[in-house]
């Protein structure tokens, strides 16, 4: 049971904490982005981010774009910090960004590496098919495949 949860746009004091939690989770450490690129990210205009808040805690984030993808509604990043992971968390962030475009979109989507099959198989289970690949696409090796869900 997640009590006192809410999921709040995150104010300018707080992207170094969502850079970080980026930095120290995957797919970010296996393709060596640093703290500084992934604060970069956090500073981007067309990006909207938001802190999953638990007791006054941040426990997660998760960063949207409107028309990320052919006009579609694209997470762009989605962690939980390591210590709560496993309790659902990283579902109702999902689930926030799904409801939050569900109205005006047919389609969200998102990529997850090819390397990271904890986080390909959550996806799937949420009902994310695969539906391309960008091989080699930032780090040599690896592709980021792009998946996709019908909200409506």
């Not at 774009?65 to 659902?88: F, M, T």
């Amino acid at each position: 049971m997640i009590s006192d949860f809410s999921i709040v746009p995150v104010c300018e004091a707080d992207k170094k904490w969502v850079a970080r939690l980026m930095a120290e989770s995957e797919p970010w450490t296996t393709l060596g982005i640093t703290f500084d690129q992934c604060l970069k990210v956090c500073h981007q205009p067309l990006n909207q981010i938001y802190v999953a808040q638990m007791m006054q805690e941040f426990v997660g984030m998760i960063i949207l774009q409107d028309q990320g993808l052919a006009g579609s509604p694209y997470v762009k990043s989605i962690a939980v910090k390591k210590e709560h992971r496993n309790k659902g968390i990283g579902k109702l962030l999902l689930e926030f960004a799904e409801d939050k475009y569900r109205p005006t979109s047919r389609f969200i989507f998102l990529c997850v590496s090819s390397f990271n099959n904890r986080a390909l198989k959550f996806y799937e289970e949420k009902g994310y098919k695969k539906i391309g690949e960008l091989q080699d696409y930032i780090a040599e090796g690896h592709s980021e495949l792009i998946m996709q869900k019908c909200l409506q």
